[in-house]
Each structure stands twice: as C-alpha cells, then as structure tokens.
C-alpha cells in the first residue's frame, strides 16, 4: 500500500515540530485523507537546532494545520499542506550576547549533535517501512519523488515578531502559498525526467505589512506608528537543476523574488529603530554579536554562516582569540557537516528529499566525531556545493520620511493620537540585488538600481517652504537625482533573472555561472555596471583558493593540527562601488530636511552588539617560523574597497532661512537650545544666487588586512620586519579628484540657472593616508610609524572679482548666522554686477584678482615619539587682470616666487616677461618640522625647524586698491528679475561650449569669462608631481 511508504514520512515532519500529537490518531486521519489540527504548540528547540539561527523563540503556535492527501490520484493531484494562523516571537539569543555555558538550556549547546541524530530519522523511518511485493522499489522512488516535488503549502495569516530592547518588528503576511510550475511558471503537476532535469516552483506573497514600533519599559506599546511596509505584494520563483534523476540535493539552486512596487515609510521615532536593525544585520553578517571564547562555540558561528549561505563567514574576524593560523582550519568541520543539516531552512519540500530516497551503503559510511558527523572520504569526493543564486528585484521603491507630533484628543481621558507629516520622498527605479555562492571558496554580491532622486515635501520646522499655497515649481522640489529612468533605459535590472524572458532557464538552456575571480572582474567591471544600471552599482566579490587549484566545500578537508595547510588557502575579497552621474542641490529645504534626519536617527543610541575587547598584549609571544614568514611573504589575505562617483555637480545656494541653530548643537553633541522657533511665513527670494562644484570623477581606495590582529601579533614579533609585511599592517585610504572646478550661479524666477561664472578653474589633486592596525603591539618598535599622510596639488587657481567675493561672502554669511538674510538691494546689485546681461557692455569693467599656486607637496607622519611634517610649495603668482586701451585686457603682476630678485632695482626688471626662467628652478617654499611627542625624549629627538624661501617679488599696483574699495552701488536702469545671460534647466550639469574657452584678455569683460586661468597663472615653474586622470 502507498500509505505505509508516504505515512511515515509525513507523520514524522509533523510530529518533529509539533508537541503532544498522539501519532495513532494522526495516522488514523491521513489514511482518511484529511487531518484537521487545532491550537498546536510547535517544539521551540528542534527549530532553533534545525534553522540554526542566532535568535531564540519566545512562543510559536499554529491555530489550525490542515493536511489534505489524495490517496486515489496522489500521481497527478499535489498533498496540499494548509496552515491558518501561524504566530511566532523571537529574541536575539541570549547565549550570542552572554557566555554560553550559562545557557545550559539552550538548544545551541547540543544543536550539532542533536541534528545529526534527527537527520538519521526519517531515513530509519524509510528503512523500517514494510515492503510491498506488488510495488517495485524503482517506482515507489519514483512516485514517492513526484509527491514531494509537488507539494503545495500555503499559510494565511503568518505572523513574525522580533523584540529586542524597546523595539518591536512585526512582519504580518496575510497569504502566502508555494506551488509546482511548468516551464511558462504556469501551475502544473510536474516532475523531474531525464530530458528535463529541472523543477520550477512558485511562492506567491499576499498583502505583506512591516510594523516597527516603541514599547515602554512594561513591554507594552503606548501608540502605534505607521507601518513601514504596508500591503505590498511580491512573487518569487525557484530554480532547481540536477545532475541526473538520482541526485539527492540540486546542483544549481536560483531563488529570485520580484516587487513591482514598494513604498516603505519611516517615521522620526522609527528611524533608530531602523538604524538598530540595519546594525544587527550587519553584525551577523560579519560575526560580531557576542565574544566567544576559543574552542568553545565555533558551531554557532558556523551555524550563523549556513544561515546566511557562507555570507559571514567570508570576512569573519570573531574568533580574534584563536590563532592566526586556525583561522582557515577550524570552521572546516563544522562547515562541511551531512548535508541533510544544510537543507531545512530553504524550502520545505525538498528539505527532505534526501531523507525519503534510500542510499545504496548503510549508516557504516558516516563516521561520528565530535565536532559533528560528516561524510567519509570517498562519500564527500563524490558530493559537491550547489551553486547558490539569491535575487531580489524591485521595479519602482519610494521611501517616505515623515515627522511625528502628538495630538491630545478633547477628552481628558482619551488616548493621544500620533500625526505624521511627510517631508522627504525617495524614489528609486530598477532595483537590484544578486548574491551568487558556491560553498566556502566563492561568493558574490551585486546591487545596482538604475535611478534615483529626492524631493522635498510639505514644510519643515515651521517653515512651509514646500505647502499646497506656495507657489513652487515641481522642479524646485526636487534636491537630488542620480542616474536614468526605466523608460528610456529598459528592463536591464532583469537581465538573466528568472523573470527575464531571455534568461536561459526561461529557454530551456543551462545557465553558465563565472566562478573565476579573474574572469568575473572581466566581465563585470565598471563599464559593464553602469551600462546595465546606471545610478548605482556594487559588486563585492569573496573567494578562497589553493595554490593547486580551488578549494571546494565539500571535496577538501583541511586538517586541523597543521598549521601549513594556510599554505595552500589564499583568501581574496573586493568591493567595487560606482555612482553614476548625479545633481545635488543644497538649499534651507534640502539642507534642512537631512540635519532634521540626522537628528532624528541620533536622538536614541542603543548598545553596540560588539563591545571592544580591552587592550590586553600579551608578554610572552611566540616568535613566528621561517615557513610562515614565507608563506606570509607570499600572500596576505587583504580586503579592497574602491568607490567611484562620475560627474559629480553639487550647487549650494544661498540660505533662504537658517534654523540650523536648533539642529547643529544636537549633531555636534550639544544640548539643543531652547529658544523657540520663530518661523514666519516663507517668501522665495529670486533670483537666487548659488556656488555651483563640478567633478569629473572622484575615486576612493581603500585597503585592510583580512585578519588584522593575528597579522600585526606576527610581525611586530619580529625584530626585523620586511618592508612588504609592515606594508599589510597599515589601513591604506588613497583618494583622487580629477576636473574639480567651481563657479557662481542664479537661480531665476522662472527656475533656471544661469551660466556659471567661472571662481576655480578645473584642477585636479590626491590625498593618501595609512594608519597603523593594533598600535599596542608596536610600543617596543618606536620607528614604526603610526600614521603617515601625503597630499598632491599639481595646480590650483583662483580668480575673482571684488563683487563676486562679496557675493560669496553673502553666500556664506546666509549660512553662518542663524536668522540672517541680506537685503534685496545688496543681491540685486551684486548679481547685476557679476552676470552681466546678453548684449550689454559694462562701462567700468571691474578687475579681477587671480591667484596661482603651483606644486604642492605636503606630508606628515608620526610615531610613538615624534610628529613630523614636511611640504613644498612650488611657485606662487597673483597678479590682476584691469581694462586696457583699447579695450584690451592687460596683465599686471602683483606677486611672483620664486623670481630672481637680483636686478629688481632696475627699470629693466619690471619691463621683463615674467615667465618662469626655468623648469628646474628651486621650490618657492620647503619646510621641515619636527616635534616631540614627550618632553622626556628631548635628548633623544629634539625639536627641528628647517625651512627655505626663494626670492618673492611683489608690486603695489593701484589696481589692487581699486579691486578693494569697490562697494556695490544702486542702478535704477536694472531689474531684479531680468533674464540672466543664457538659462540651463533646474539641476542639470552645465557644459562649456568650445567658443566660450576663449581667452579673457581677448573679449570685453562683459561677455562670459573665461573658464581656463590666465597663461601667466598657468605657466608651470616645474613639473614635480603629477595627479593623472584615468577614466
């Protein structure tokens, strides 16, 4: 009979997590072909041991569990497994923050061999099944096969709440239902055969709600807050590949979700909350919940890493007490257990799939030991890691932050009630989010979205900048965009998902997946991220391979007495992160809205997860072998990170109201003042006048050692260190600006800016800085040094005239002083003056001062004794650029260096060209300084002062008194809001025509200036260092 074959299996799933069922009476209801369970307690401990989660359950209850098997046509018809009502609480385990031998309770202690011992169950169960002469073996397989490939579950009404502190997350799923599909994901009855060794299934979510909310010190919940996630609806789809028909576990598992729509909302009170669960999802993911002793709870670290598919344990650094060496060796048994253990958490259905097919050998094959069972050596060459790919797929998310204020009903004795007041909205177009893994040697994480932007709304503090009465384009609300749309760009975020049509699952072809560290960083570069994306993308990349080849989860073991097999393991991580194209503008709105938030999020500070670990160095340590300096010679486990914004224009205008007196004192650690505020009604001023920054590129690198306390206790060991292994002890942070340039503009009443008039010609620089890791462990070695920082300017100009300092020192005193706004007389002058009007001629042309300085070098560095700084400064020139006969510009020099200053009493010396003599003259200025860190090594490093100036000229020109005394003065003939000259669209970059590069000194300075300096300002003395652009 089929029910002595599919009974067993099913009572024992059932009364594995269920208590107190009596299995006489649930056998009695399946062989009738329905069981109706009610008010069912589920077994607490055997779901923490199976899911292996660091969270413990406070409660779990079923209210009904429905079983429903159709016995006559169980080959075509699916068991249909129905749970109303499911309620589940968690807490962070107390074990994970606490010592653990104090948990003797707890589940965790014994969860290795606890679930080796279950995962031997239903195979004894299988085994003890009587045999059926009428039913040949290969067809119960095969029909025993087809009813758990098709099972369909589906819970109404699930409910998840997560308690920590006073935070209470709630997760409330009204439908959820897990079905087979065919090849179009249509539903069908399906099964695996030897053309087609694929199973699709489908798990549909209906109307999930995300509720984050504040309980008071009784654990109750005062007022309730809007949800973050409300209703929203999502479809996922399952992949599952399989090298043949007897394959116990999928050779290519994919696990894609889709949302077409998801708006989440945050409000003041939420946002630490939100910041608290963003910081416990990151503390799991690197292993930082709790201290662990050594040799004590490895298991739940591994089990931690199973959870999250290997994702922690990628960079693990929580056993900081083991040695460096067992930092590869340890985890090896408790990562590679009976992959029964791996199964449970992914899908229910195929959870047990190996379970109900009988293997050929006996419990002979598996060898106990006490770190857990695993598999014999010939058993574990034969299995391997299943490729692993994790996506999820939005196509339009907005995130709403909303300010909260309580309103006191009319009754004295009714509740207060919470209103909420929206005032930033974030919208994102085409996300994405990939995670591809293949055991412990390869993981791979990418995120890219294919556009942003973020708009102000309502009012803020008072101030209703943003209300249905004010008249305000929908333009101006609008602070920040990055990136493209979906219309124009298409559905690239999809490409190869499951939900893409051209994907290969989707035309009946096996998908190739780049497991190669070289030939992923090929593929995937940059270029390749923006082309598909756009706005943003990121790609972190983990691998560990051997010398001989890659190191597969399940096909190596590393023994764990041998410290040479760290030989063999070289351990790579990489984090590229690209931010494409992108506008931001910071005006009061802006401005103000993202203090608000800053404040916000810093008004409750909860304990960290990682407490650090207190400054003990140990006197006697053991000195380092040659084999394992040399093999740390050879290769040092080291994590890059690189981040890279493209086209970076950023305007700042000038503040409309100041109210940052009421928020900066809480940012800066303050008490907030106490003033009220007093916000009047709002009033656009315009046109408005704004510093406008451009950046072609900006790139930041930045480098660590994997394990960096294990490193540094090695090498500061010893006497000697090579200049290769001191180089790994150090954090490296390199960063790189290319075609910095900045300007001012007008915002118009019509919303447009103008033409930016040109403050700092384009200019490029770099800055690199390295800081000692575990500086305790260097107190004996005092030449080492501690920090050590370098800056390169190669060229930097400046020009201005008097009106257009005065203009931005308007800009500046709008935000310094708090209330502060200049009078309409001074802007309209200034504006007038500095954006000349289309076709009209300045009579007085003002001056401009122009600055230069050339080759700069600075460095500093220090060291347990000493601070020490250096520089040079090449040349410097400022000279002023006044009308001429003729109306020709001409050049006046006002200081030159260095300049030989020999002939300068002579006539003949002003009449000269002042063009650098020589490309190898001295630098202008070289400085050395050094100083003691204490008084009582002034025997051994004193204080020193070294220092060389070239000759420096300088002129007294009248022009300078004439660029100084200017004073903006009233002209009746113009209009505050006459058109400026040339108007570019609201928030867009601005690009130089090639007729506009002309020179200054050529044109009247009542047409555009010139973005390029001056040939005399330019004009190098010599080239010493050089800050190359590679795009």
Known sequence: MLESYVTPILMSYVNRYIKNLKPSDLQLSLWGGDVVLSKLELKLDVLEQELKLPFSFLSGHIHELRIHVPWTKLGSEPVVITINTMECILKLKDGVQEDHESSGSSSTNRSTTESAKSSVKPRRIQQTAPSDPDLPPGYVQSLIRRVVNNVNIVINNLILKYVEDDIVLSVNITSAECYTVDEFWDRAFMDISANDLVLRKVVNFSDCTVCLDKRNASGKIEFYQDPLLYKCSFKTRLHFTYDNLNSKMPSVIKIHTLVESLKLSITDQQLPMFIRIMQLGIALYYGELGNFKEGENEDLVCHTKDILGNISGVEDETGSDMQYSTQYINQEPYMHQDDDQQQGWVSWAWSFVPAIVSYDDGEDDYTGTEGGTILHQQKSQALKDPIVSIGFYCTKATVTFKLTEMQAESSYYSPQKVKSKEVILWEQEGTTVEALMMGEPFFDCQIGFVGCQAMCLKGIMGIKDFEENVNRSDAEAYFFSCGENLSTKGMTYLTNSLFDYRSPENNGIRAEFILDAAHHKETYSEIAGMQRFGAFYMDYLYTMESTSGKVSGNQQELSSSKSEDLINVQEMSTKSLIVGPLNLRLDSSAVHRIMKMIVCAMEHEYEPYNKPKPDIVEGNRTM???????????????????????????????????????????????????????AGSFQPLRPLPAIRILMDKINLEHSVPMYAEQLVQTVSSLSQPSDNLLHYCYAHCYLKIFGFQAGLTSLDIRGSYCLPTPIIPSFSTAIYGKLLKFPKYWTKQSHVPLTECIFELPNLTVQ???????????????????????????????????????????????????????????????????????????????????PGDGGKEKLIPLIQGPSDTRDLHSSKWLNESRKPESLLAPDMV???????????????????????????????DPVLYTWLMYQPQKRSS??????????????????????????????PLAKQQSNQASEYASSPVKTKTVTGYHG
């Not at 290769?635 to 109210?659: G, V």
């Not at 289309?838 to 050339?854: I, M, Y």
């Open 926 to 956: 070289a400085f050395t300084i050094q100083n003691p860190r204490y008084m009582d090594y002034c025997h051994n490093s004193g204080a020193v002062l070294l220092a060389s100036l070239q000759g420096l000229a300088v002129n007294i």
């Open 974 to 1003: 113009r209009h505050i809001q006459q058109q400026p000259v040339g108007t570019v669209p609201l928030g867009m970059p601005v690009t130089r025509k090639k007729e506009d590069e002309v020179s200054v000194g050529s044109v």
């Open 800 to 882: 201005a005239t008097r009106a257009q300092t005065l203009l931005l020192q308007t800009i500046y005193q709008s935000w310094s002083h708090v209330g502060n706004v200049s009078s309409a007389v001074v802007n309209e002058v200034l504006l007038n003056e500095v954006f000349q009007t289309l076709g009209v001629k300045s009579k007085n042309p003002l001056p401009t001062l122009e600055g230069s300085v050339q080759n700069v070098e600075l460095k500093y560095c220090s060291t347990s004794l000493v601070k020490c700084a250096s520089g040079t400064v090449g040349s410097i020139k400022i000279c002023a650029k006044a």
């Open 624 to 678: 380092p072998n040659s084999e394992e300096v040399a093999s740390l010679e050879e290769y040092i486990p080291t994590r890059l990170t690189s981040f890279t914004i493209l086209k970076c224009t950023i305007t700042i205008s000038m503040a409309e109201f100041n109210l940052l007196g009421h928020l900066l004192p809480i940012i800066m650690g303050q008490k907030s003042s106490s003033g009220l505020l007093n």
